[in-house]
């Protein structure tokens, strides 16, 4: 199946980032946000990231000005129609994404691939509330996306092949490299990284080591472009957090039990980069 067209719902720093790469790469690009102010922060922000593009020489002007072009921001989930494949990439919350699932599958046209860009959510449960579970699957797309070079393609029991297939080609067209998950809790990546960061933040908080050890002990001993403790500002305590008792509600597993210390801090509203303060200051 040709794909011309993508959705994208939410223009937050994952959406932007999708519908970003997609339009760079020649799609048409439609994505939607809940209110014209966070629509136009989206739009603005793809603006700037372009800008640094050309800033930095890697695409021209005109380039910028025909990605841009591509790229058509709303607020009314109707513009999904004639989409070919639509990225959810709202905020985590199983319920909202099942609304949203099934919004779509009454908007959008009966060949049409639904996904979502969940870190840690159940793939089937999204499907299960469409007539097109075949067509369902998880694109776990990485911050920054444009460019972090891993496209997890997430396979429910139900996801056909030929889904899979157009989705991996897709994932490929943007100049990621695909892999594919079964739709099990953290997925292949989350799964692994979680307990790193959960053993960075034990260490931190019962002073085996200083956070800068910690971090540059990765960085400068693994080759690791940032240490667990910058990286988890990075990505947000506050969503470090969901995605632990996400999997933990769903596996049950010890391994994936929060830090007590994440969790006062995100009470507190350390959320990393994004609030100034995490494990380091950011003000
Ligand atoms: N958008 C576009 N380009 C960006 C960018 C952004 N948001 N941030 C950085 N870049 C580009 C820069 O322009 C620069 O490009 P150049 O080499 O061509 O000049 C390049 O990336 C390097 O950026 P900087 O020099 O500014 O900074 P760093 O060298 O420190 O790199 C980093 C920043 C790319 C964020 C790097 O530190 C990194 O790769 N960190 C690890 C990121 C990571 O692990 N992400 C995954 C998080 S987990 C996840 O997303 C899953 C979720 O489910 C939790």
Not at 28 to 34: A, G, H, K, N, R
Not at 186 to 205: C, D, Q, S, T, W
Not at 253 to 273: E, N, S, W
């Amino acid at each position: 199946m040709e794909l011309k067209k993508i959705g994208v719902v939410g223009c937050g720093l994952m959406g932007r980032g999708i519908a970003e790469v997609s339009a760079k790469t020649g799609y048409d690009v439609v994505v939607s946000e809940i209110n014209k102010e966070l629509l136009d922060k989206g739009m603005a922000a793809i603006n700037q990231s372009l800008s640094r593009a050309v800033a930095k020489g890697k695409m021209t002007d005109v380039e910028k000005t025909t990605a841009m072009g591509k790229i058509k921001g709303t607020l009314d989930m109707k513009d999904f129609l004639d989409c070919d494949l639509v990225v959810e990439a709202a905020v985590e919350n199983l319920e909202l994404k099942k609304k949203i699932f099934a919004d779509l599958d009454r908007v959008c046209k009966p060949g049409a691939i639904l996904s979502t860009n969940t870190s840690c959510l159940s793939v089937i449960d999204m499907a299960a509330v469409t007539k097109r579970q075949d067509k369902v699957l998880g694109c776990h797309f990485f911050n920054p996306v444009p460019v972090m070079k891993l496209l997890e393609l997430v396979r429910t029991i139900s996801t056909g092949k030929e889904t899979l297939d157009t989705a991996s080609e897709w994932g490929k067209s943007l100049g990621k490299t695909v892999i594919v998950a079964p739709d099990r809790p953290g997925f292949i990546v989350n799964r692994i990284l979680l307990p790193y960061m959960i053993e960075a933040i034990k260490m931190y908080e019962c002073g085996v080591a200083k956070r800068e050890e910690i971090d540059v002990g990765i960085q400068l001993g693994l080759n690791h472009p940032m240490g667990p403790l910058t990286l988890t500002d990075m990505v947000g305590l506050d969503t470090t957090l969901f995605i632990l008792d996400a999997i933990f509600a769903e596996t049950k597993d010890p391994t994936f039990t929060a830090p007590v210390l994440l969790r006062k801090m995100v009470a507190a509203g350390h959320y990393g980069r994004k609030s100034g303060k995490g494990f380091y200051d950011y003000k």
